[in-house]
């Protein structure tokens, strides 16, 4: 995977970027860049569960090689994802909860091969059930049904109430907003481009409200006068994000 995801559109952009001289600054870094990541992994996790799952269904002679190489397979991609998520990456947004709530509910159906698969294996078994043709498809089908009704049940009406539900707004009380803006770079002020040009060209701030980028907030200036508190210094940044943290 790291060869077509990583590998070759760098080896591509680089080729870009030296053979046409036109391409340069931003152009040129976002040829160069990683692509951004997405939430193409809970597809892969989906397909593992439903492999895993089906394992069982064959004869046991290899369900532990293939466990082991699925095991294997896992570790591997996690040291994938750490290295690509801390060094590669621009940045990762997610914002909402619908694509993890949905991927929930398609576990539903999935899992529900499990008490498909015990129907199946224990079908005319010593002190079980013993059906035949149409009547053990029905029965196994039926298994599938029941388990992915209680278990869409389940997330709608039961899980809900395990969740934190509100924030104790006592806890934030004290935090201000340079406090925040001290260590987190995005801010009202400075991811509006109109804002930062009327900064610069219009009020002439010095320094001006430099415009946001994801990877280059290493350039951002400070200017507490206009709203601009990102500090760069390690003990500020550590103290702050630790109080304001520690509070919420």
Not at 120 to 143: D, Q, R, S, V
Request: hydrophobic share 45%; net charge neutral.
């Amino acid at each position: 995977e790291g060869l077509p995801t990583m590998a070759v559109p760098y080896w591509m952009g680089r080729l870009i970027v030296k053979s046409h001289p036109e391409v340069r600054g931003l152009d040129a870094e976002g040829w160069l860049e990683m692509l951004p990541m997405d939430i193409g992994r809970y597809a892969d996790i989906l397909l593992n569960i439903i492999l895993g799952i089906l394992i069982f269904y064959f004869p046991g002679g290899y369900t532990w090689t293939l466990f082991l190489g699925m095991a294997a397979s896992h570790v591997w991609i996690y040291l994938f994802d750490y290295y690509k998520v801390l060094r590669q990456i621009p940045a990762v947004s997610y914002v909402e909860i619908d694509c993890e709530w949905w991927c929930q509910v398609l576990l539903a159906p999935i899992v529900s091969i499990i008490p498909a698969c015990i129907m199946f294996k224990t079908n005319c078994e010593p002190g079980c059930h013993c059906y035949k043709g149409p009547t053990l498809i029905a029965a196994c089908t039926l298994a599938a049904v029941v388990h992915t009704i209680f278990h869409v049940c389940f997330l709608k009406f039961v899980l809900p109430f395990c969740a934190v539900r509100s924030r104790d707004n006592a806890k934030l009380e004290g935090i201000t907003y340079k406090d925040c803006a001290t260590f987190l770079p995005a801010t009202w002020f400075n991811t509006n481009p109109v804002h930062c040009l009327r900064s610069k060209y219009v009020y002439e701030h010095n320094p001006p409200c430099d415009f946001y980028r994801c990877g280059r907030e290493e350039f951002m200036r400070a200017n507490p006068a206009i709203g601009c508190f990102l500090s760069h210094e390690i003990d500020t940044l550590v103290s702050v994000r630790s109080s304001c943290m520690g509070n919420s």
